[in-house]
């Protein structure tokens, strides 16, 4: 490796995944729904289309900005200007969001979001594999989710603390920020030149993106339909439905900067399949507790449960991804790699509004907890495919000779 590698601090490279967070955790978690519910007649199914065309368009805005950042990165030795195009556009973007007084003008926030965050988010997913040595990706990867939780919690807490305006200006405020500690980190660092080369997609990478699919189609059944579990199983109204939702969501996420920063060690160190495993079952397990839930209580108890359960499993991914994916095309890989992040998106609420409009005709209140059994389903599913991934810990990288770093600026 480079002399990058020895330089480069996981923490500061995280910081612009920490913004991204503290945004998408606001605006998918609480802000989009609340906005569906003041602004639509039919909220589930304003919130589903909104959030399903918003993700299709982030996938395609990432994958080409991934493309691009690869030749990019090979001419300029970074990526450092999608990441900073991508938040110019983004920040008045997440400003006007949670006030958006219109339909017409939550569909242009959110699809200028979408433009945004992808125009950095795609390239800056490979920021780990352009700077980490291999043998270290393990522990970066546990900084990254981390950093991914930790942005979470404060996107949540800025949703119950502030609303409208206000709440746009601090979102804004994190993304801009976080993105600033990234850059003046990055522009310290040598400059790592990789020569580029076309994309290839072997059986390994599509096990890895059909597993990745499956269970973030289950994750973002959960994400989605939080809200309305909350307003209808659990019969909390009012401004308190969002309030309720923001704790729980909240729990989840603090449980999972532990599970994150503990992951670290057993996936640099074992089967990085075996961890996904067990994070995976206990996420199962837990989900189930929280299908049946009568009350808040026992709710909390299950999202600390699942929450912790959950940054193990992306401290996994992130190391999987870093371990499979080629870094001669690595935000090429990542974008395509993240398709399976974001096409599930789409997905979850299409496949689960249809159930949960469903069940919820039979009885109020029972569509939302049938939409969780449905995560167990998603979970098990994608945890069995990627026992398909055959020679991880023994996967070559080649291409690691191709780097030559330049001065440092």
């Known amino acids: 490796m480079t002399n990058a590698a020895t330089q480069a601090d996981p923490r500061r490279l995280g910081a612009l995944w920490f913004g991204i967070q503290v945004v998408w955790t606001a605006v998918l978690g609480v802000v989009l729904q609340e906005r569906a519910t003041a602004l639509g007649v039919n909220a589930v199914g304003v919130f589903a289309v909104i959030a399903a065309v918003g993700a299709l368009i982030g996938a395609a805005v990432q994958v080409a900005a991934g493309f691009l950042s690869d030749t990019a990165r090979a001419r300029t030795g970074d990526r450092r200007f999608f990441y900073a195009a991508g938040v110019l556009l983004a920040v008045p973007a997440v400003v006007v969001l949670p006030g958006a007084p219109s339909l017409a003008w939550l569909w242009f926030a959110v699809i200028l979001l979408q433009i945004g965050m992808n125009v950095a988010g795609g390239p800056y997913q490979g920021i780990v594999g352009d700077y980490i040595e291999p043998e270290r990706t393990g522990r970066a990867s546990s900084w990254m989710s981390v950093n991914q939780f930790s942005g979470s919690v404060v996107g949540l807490v800025l949703t119950i603390l502030l609303h409208g305006f206000a709440l746009g200006v601090g979102l804004a405020a994190c993304l801009a920020a976080a993105w600033w500690v990234t850059d003046a980190h990055v522009r310290r660092l040598p400059r790592t030149m990789v020569s580029t080369a076309r994309l290839r997609v072997d059986r390994d990478m599509w096990t890895v993106l059909i597993s990745r699919a499956l269970i973030n189609v289950g994750f973002y059944t959960l994400f989605y339909f939080l809200f309305f579990f909350v307003r209808e199983s659990l019969g909390v109204t009012g401004p308190q439905t969002t ?40 996420i199962a397990v837990a989900v189930g507790a929280f299908a049946a839930a009568p009350n808040f209580t026992v709710a909390l108890a299950c999202a600390v449960g699942s929450g912790a359960a959950w940054g ?29 992040a974001a096409l599930p998106q789409v997905a979850a609420p299409a496949i689960t509004a249809p159930v949960v ?30 026992w398909r991934l055959k020679g991880l810990a023994a996967r070559a990288r080649p291409d690691e000779s191709t780097a030559t770093p330049t001065a440092s600026r």
């Open 243 to 282: 309030t309720t939702t923001g704790i729980l969501i909240l729990a989840f996420t603090i449980a999972g900067v532990a599970g994150a920063a503990l992951a670290g060690r057993p996936v640099d160190r074992y089967d990085k399949r075996v961890v996904v495993s067990i994070a995976c079952a206990a």
């Open 312 to 340: 193990a499993f992306l401290t996994a991914d992130w190391a999987i991804a870093y371990a499979v994916l080629p870094r001669v095309a690595l935000a090429s890989a990542m974008g395509v790699w993240n398709l399976a």
């Open 357 to 386: 409009s469903y069940f919820d005709a039979v009885r109020a209140g029972l569509g939302p907890r049938i939409a969780l059994i449905c995560v167990i389903i998603e979970f098990v599913l994608g945890t069995a495919w990627l």
